[in-house]
T-cell receptor, first 115, second 115 residues
Framework: AQSVAQPEDQVNVAEGNPLTVKCTYSVSGNPYLFWYVQYPNRGLQFLLKYITGDNLVKGSYGFEAEFNKSQTSFHLKKPSALVSDSALYFCAVRALGGATNKLIFGTGTLLAVQP | ETGVTQTPRHLVMGMTNKKSLKCEQHLGHNAMYWYKQSAKKPLELMFVYSLEERVENNSVPSRFSPECPNSSHLFLHLHTLQPEDSALYLC??????????????FGPGTRLTVL
């Protein structure tokens, strides 16, 4: 079965420090991977995606993610956290096949950046 | 903010009411989606419409009835709901071209409370 896991319910980091939000996946074949962010009372906003090519993907708001095929991971990173980065982050993997190639989402990781 | 709007943003209804959620996308996309987001659970894909045809229905109870009159509009008709249907309902759209490479863009959601 195809799945995605976010092992941490919450990540705490001080402003200015680097942050990492973890994501691992399980799919058959090549994965298409996505990160979204959700601020309170808002929908999901697209941050970045990996389809093919360079393993380091750069996205919105200074975020980047590294695709690691051997570790089946796609961790989200930012060199210097801001208080405004505090939000709920979702990793998703595209499950190919069927009529729609649906997205499978993780349960989310709450990022709390302390001033 | 992302080109996908949803109304109403908040809805409180009794179990015997009939109401509808509306979604409109201004991105020229050819696919639209309904998701249910409940606390502590992954996003659940409910329905998918591609080129105005329903292509996926993930075992959703019949008290939820989708409608896609054109490629820009998507409705979710609700009747005789249960309290456990209380959740954030998210609409998304994407331009499905190369298999699996499309990005879904989300609306802000409708917070539904069933009394």
């Amino acid at each position: 079965a195809q799945s995605v896991a976010q092992p941490e319910d919450q990540v705490n980091v001080a402003e200015g420090n680097p942050l990492t939000v973890k994501c691992t996946y399980s799919v058959s074949g090549n994965p298409y991977l996505f990160w979204y962010v959700q601020y309170p009372n808002r929908g999901l906003q697209f941050l970045l995606k990996y389809i093919t090519g360079d393993n380091l993907v750069k996205g919105s708001y200074g975020f980047e993610a590294e695709f690691n095929k051997s570790q089946t991971s796609f961790h989200l990173k930012k060199p210097s956290a801001l208080v405004s980065d505090s939000a709920l982050y979702f990793c998703a993997v595209r499950a190919l096949g069927g009529a729609t190639n649906k997205l499978i989402f993780g349960t989310g990781t709450l990022l709390a950046v302390q001033p | 903010e992302t080109g996908v709007t949803q109304t109403p943003r908040h809805l409180v209804m009794g179990m015997t009411n009939k109401k509808s959620l509306k979604c409109e996308q201004h991105l020229g996309h050819n696919a639209m989606y309904w998701y249910k987001q409940s606390a502590k659970k992954p996003l659940e894909l409910m329905f998918v419409y591609s080129l105005e045809e329903r292509v996926e229905n993930n075992s959703v109870p019949s008290r939820f009835s989708p409608e896609c009159p054109n490629s820009s509009h998507l409705f979710l008709h609700l009747h005789t709901l249960q309290p456990e249907d209380s959740a954030l309902y998210l609409c998304a759209s994407s331009q499905v071209e190369l298999a699996g490479r499309d990005t879904q863009y989300f609306g802000p959601g409708t917070r539904l409370t069933v009394l």
